[in-house]
């Protein structure tokens, strides 16, 4: 069997492959025919460009293209490097069917996909994935953003990749914590809609913290395999994929008050899972015990399962007013019936959120 495993997300003119497996920066029989026009922009960031970065130049050699290496980490996606993006675009005199190339995590992917969905009202791009998050998550469904430091993802666009490129070898020079983020949004998959996965997890944890190339590519496909499927039937979150925020209006609010210095999306997202659990058991909408199991899963990743201290749940109630799924200014929050039964809750007391965010 090859190593590379395919997905299509299908959407129908705009469907796209996701290719998942080792090598595939310098398997550019792959890719590189996805690329229509002469101008391509790579944006990477200073920690992925001094390792990948010369891989993805060398395949652009018949091409008009330039690089952006930009400063790593969540305070960057920012309007301002946002701006140093289309600046970029501009000198490199990029036309309508020029295309962009992320080559880096979920912040690079988020503002690279909002750029190109901006130039010129909209040009191709590339999603070439290095983290464990961006390959599980955040390249595939072309949810493209900016952060404000009012709140996370503010500013931003729906707009498709033409690709993910999944090279699996460039997680061998992920730190090991950005990896356990990564699994965050891993375990999210099963506790949504898959017990089946989530058990799957349960019995790899050994294998996937240490990165067993196998085992992290299984879940990759799998987990790619989930957002796929809802992406292809609710690509703009008219319902269904708002699910897949399980435990991101939380984390959202935790970021935004640490000022995106603290904890890391991934992680963020891990404690949001564990109080829409808690919240979903102070309703009597699901048994506490599958919120025990999962925080018990969350700390075998050696991920954090509690607020950070010094955050005030006043405060972070007020910053989830602000989240994209409120609607008139109530908080519509994704909660669950128990392990894979997440749902949609448009009117959780806000009483309720605020004694599980004290207690957690
Ligand atoms: P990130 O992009 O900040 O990358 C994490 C860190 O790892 C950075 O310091 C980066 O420089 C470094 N890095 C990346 N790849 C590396 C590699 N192969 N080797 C060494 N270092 C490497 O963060 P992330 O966790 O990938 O993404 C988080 C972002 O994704 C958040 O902004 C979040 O909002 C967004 N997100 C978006 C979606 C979506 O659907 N668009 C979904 C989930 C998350
Ligand atoms: N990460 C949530 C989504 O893509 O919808």
Not at 61 to 74: D, N, Q, T
Not at 87 to 109: K, M, N
Not at 247 to 253: I, L, N, Q, R, V
Request: charge should be negative.
């Amino acid at each position: 069997m090859s190593p590379v495993q395919s997905l299509n997300v299908a959407l129908g003119a705009r469907s796209y492959p996701i290719h998942i497996g080792p090598g595939l920066l310098a398997d550019t029989p792959r890719w590189l025919p996805l690329i229509a026009g002469r101008h391509v922009l790579v944006v990477s960031d200073a920690n992925v460009a001094p390792h990948y970065l010369a891989r993805v130049q060398a395949a652009l050699a018949r091409h008009v293209h330039a690089s952006l290496v930009l400063p790593a980490g969540e305070q960057e996606k920012t309007l301002q490097r946002f701006g140093e993006v289309m600046t970029a675009l501009a000198q490199l005199g990029a036309s309508r069917d020029a295309t962009v190339i992320a080559l880096g995590g979920g912040v690079i992917g988020d503002l690279s996909g909002f750029a190109a969905a901006c130039w010129m009202r909209g040009i191709a791009f590339v999603q070439m994935p290095t983290t464990l998050l961006a390959m599980v998550d955040s390249s595939v469904g072309g949810k493209t953003a900016v952060d404000l430091p009012s709140g996370k993802n503010l500013v931003g666009a729906f707009h498709q990749p033409a690709a993910v490129i999944a090279d699996t070898d460039t997680l061998a020079t992920l730190p090991a914590r950005e990896l356990r983020a990564g699994l965050a949004e891993v375990v999210k998959y099963g506790a949504l809609g898959d017990t089946v996965f989530f058990d799957w997890l349960a019995a790899h944890v050994d294998a996937l913290l240490v990165g067993d190339t196998a085992t992290i590519s299984e879940a990759i496909a799998r987990s790619c395999a989930h957002k796929a499927a809802i992406v292809a039937r609710d690509e703009t979150e008219q319902g269904e994929r708002a699910l897949l925020n399980f435990g991101h209006t939380f984390g959202h609010a935790i970021e935004t008050e640490q000022g995106y210095g603290g904890l890391l999306h991934g992680e963020a997202v891990a404690v949001g899972m564990v109080l829409a659990a808690r919240c979903s058991a102070a309703l009597g909408l699901a048994p506490a015990s599958d919120g025990e199991r999962l925080v018990e899963l969350l700390a075998r990743f050696e991920l954090p399962t509690a607020i950070p201290p010094g955050l005030s749940a006043e405060q972070l109630l007020a910053r989830m007013r602000l989240d994209k799924k409120a609607v008139s200014g109530a908080i519509r929050l994704v909660l669950w019936h128990g392990i894979g039964q997440a749902f949609i809750a448009p009117d959780v007391p806000e009483h309720t959120m605020l004694a599980v965010l004290r207690d957690t």
